[in-house]
């Protein structure tokens, strides 16, 4: 064999064995990271010198926490996280702040919260935004002021177009139901629609009236209910006009539509006002998010502007005008859980099929939503005994039981998560009885079905909820509003033993979630802590039902890791983890022991996957 030959395949074989680690790609990866600073695989951000509450019992309280690529890396003492800081780290010094996990709002209307802020925004009472005019009414006190903020708004409206606006309670002026008759004579030329605080009801004047076609031949719809006048006041059932004949020597008694209009019969005017522009509603989002961010809400679920009355493709709308534009062009700013009609559920569930249950870090498919009841300030809730004030009212079940079971059965199938809203005891007990019935006949799985609000319960029915694992999202501040309004419309022994049992659903093992139905409150989630702390409505010295307060923990708890859980994104948000998004918020207080007695701070600042969000 010729030498030369011997010598370069032995050459070749040497350079072969020398230089074959090069042909693997992670020998190249391992040689590239070594040329990067030794930080970059440490933390971005290091928050130290703080009380940070994880919302995590297997580690509950930590004094730093170090943050990489927008989620967290390690919690404990900052001695333990020194390895991790390099050159590029920032440091965070809190200070001996108080740190929490970012709130999660579990009930929400997030764009119809944003459209409160723009019309507030314009610091006029009354203004013209957009095609329509709008009047704010939330906190007026008195019938005069009614008339007065619609008049105004009436004067700065176009000859025939809308007067939109509400937000009033009539509970603030002393109960008496607003009528079409307090603001017909300004409002000739314009239909005007005002809905009360809680979306439940709402006041039509007699051109709105007229321009729908309600008249006093128009039937209730299923669901809804047209108040008519009656001698001696307004009632649900009959209603009674004393008119005379042209003769003038017969009286007929004719029932007349008030201008008042309940649940589903809103839509009877709904159906008529012109549809709010994307740019309007863009705008609304990213105001409303911006807002919750000053409160240290991080992810909200949101119910969408669907209620009683309104058209179900609005939802749909918002998600492709709104949360798509956002999430595509880069604007988000919280996270949000959205959930739909439950008449969609087909449409949903052939989204979720193709795109996945999250679009984004920022958008998340929820489930389906729909009604049982109405609201106890409309007197629609639904009861087991008549409303005290009102004998011959019962509320109103706004779905037919068959159709909402079917419609229950054909979501949860299908893997949807189902929310059902139900205030009034009946309600509650008419809904766990159809969860266990769909489970009985779709079989047990980890559904976590929702009951949303579950605000006055009969004796017994707390503990079903634990027992059957319901979700009970509930909205602590409502009670502020409801405390002498359920006690007028229940009575005190009514009242006094099934509103708002907070303690009594946490101790049967339900899983409790914290929330704010904004815009009927505002999304305030340390004011809802001290409430579900504290139970003192306004005016009141004393806790109203002292046995239902929940602990700070407790209630810090059922507004992070518990609503995450109960939308199911738990392995995201929620709490202060490894692995999870770094969202949280840092407080004004620095002692946890009086924040745990008093429920007494602010928001000095939001970070939303490591990053500041506010200020």
């Known amino acids: 064999m010729n030498l030369s030959i011997v010598i370069s395949a032995a050459i070749a074989i040497f350079l072969s064995i020398l230089f ?18 030794s930080t970059k695989l440490g933390a971005d951000l290091i928050v130290r010198n703080g009380v940070i509450f994880t919302s995590d019992p297997s580690f509950p309280f930590a004094d730093s926490m170090a943050i990489r690529d927008g989620r967290i890396l390690r919690l404990g003492n900052y001695s333990a996280l020194q390895d991790l800081s390099g050159y590029g780290t920032k440091e965070l010094n809190l200070e001996g702040k108080v ?30 935004v957009g095609q329509m005019a709008r009047v704010q009414l939330e906190g007026v006190n008195q019938k005069d002021e009614v008339v007065r903020r619609v008049k105004e708004a009436a004067l700065n409206a176009k000859r025939g177009s809308w007067i939109l606006g509400g937000g009033w309670n009539n509970d603030f002026w002393g109960g008496e139901l607003p009528v079409a008759s307090w603001i017909d004579e300004v409002t000739a030329d314009n239909p005007v629609w005002l809905t009360r605080m809680d979306g439940h009801m709402g006041l039509a004047n007699s051109v709105a009236l007229k321009l729908a076609g309600v008249t006093n031949l128009s039937k209730d719809p299923n669901g809804g209910t047209i108040m008519r006048t009656a001698d001696g006041g307004i009632l649900l059932a ?22 008042l209009l309940v649940d589903a019969a809103t839509e009877l005017i709904l159906s008529w006002i012109p549809e709010v522009s ?6 609304a989002m990213l105001r409303a998010s911006s807002f919750a961010l000053t409160r240290g809400v991080t992810a909200v679920v949101d119910f969408g502007r669907y209620f009683p009355g309104a058209p179900v493709e609005h939802s749909w709308q918002d998600f492709s005008d709104v949360y798509q534009w956002a999430d595509a062009s880069g604007k988000m700013k919280i996270r949000v859980c959205l959930f739909f009609p439950m008449e969609t559920w087909s449409r949903l569930y052939g989204v979720i099929n193709r795109a ?30 008549p409303y005290f004030d ?17 419609m229950t059965m054909a979501s949860d199938v299908s893997g949807l998560q189902v929310a059902i809203h139900a205030i009034g005891d009946r309600a ?51 009670l502020l509003d409801d405390a002498d309004a359920a006690i ?62 929940l602990s700070l923990n407790d209630a810090l708890i059922a507004h992070t890791i518990s609503a995450a859980r109960a939308c199911f994104l738990e392995n995201e948000i929620g709490s202060l983890s490894t692995g999870k998004l770094a969202d949280f918020v840092i407080l004004s207080t620095d002692s946890w022991d009086e924040f745990a007695t008093e429920a007494s701070a602010s928001v000095n600042a939001t970070y939303v996957g490591g990053v500041q969000a506010y200020p």
């Open 488 to 549: 007028r419309k229940l009575g005190v022994d009514r009242a006094q033993k099934g509103s708002y049992l907070f303690r009594s659903l946490l101790s049967s093992n339900a899983l409790l979630a914290l929330g704010s139905d904004w815009p009927v409150t505002s999304a305030y989630p340390l004011r809802a802590i001290r409430t579900a702390m504290k139970r003192i409505p306004p005016g009141w010295e004393n806790a109203w039902i002292p046995s239902e307060c």
């Open 390 to 406: 009102d004998p011959d009212n019962f509320g109103l079940q706004v779905v037919e039981s068959e159709s909402l079971l079917n």
């Open 99 to 128: 740190v929490v996990p970012g709130f999660i709002d579990s009930h929400v209307h997030l764009i119809s919260a944003g459209l409160q802020l723009i019309y507030t925004y314009a610091k006029l009472r009354s203004s013209c």
């Open 278 to 283: 994307v740019d309007e509603r863009r705008e």
């Open 356 to 385: 996945g249950r999250a679009l984004s870090n920022w958008i998340y498919f929820g489930g389906v939503k729909a009604f049982a009841d109405g609201s106890l300030g409309s007197n629609s809730a639904l009861f087991h005994e």
């Open 20 to 37: 074959f680690p090069l042909l693997n790609s992670n020998y190249w990866l391992k040689w590239r990271a070594s040329l990067i600073p």
């Open 238 to 259: 009959k209603y009674i006009l004393v008119c005379h004949t042209i003769s003038g020597n017969i009286t007929l008694k004719v029932p007349q539509p008030t201008g």
């Open 428 to 478: 509650n007990d008419l809904i766990l009885d159809m969860y266990e019935s769909v489970v009985s006949k779709n079989g047990k799985r980890d559904q976590r079905f929702r009951i949303e609000h579950a605000q006055h319960l009969a004796p017994g029915t707390a503990a079903r909820f634990g027992q059957q694992g319901i979700v009970a999202s509930v909205q602590p501040d409502h």
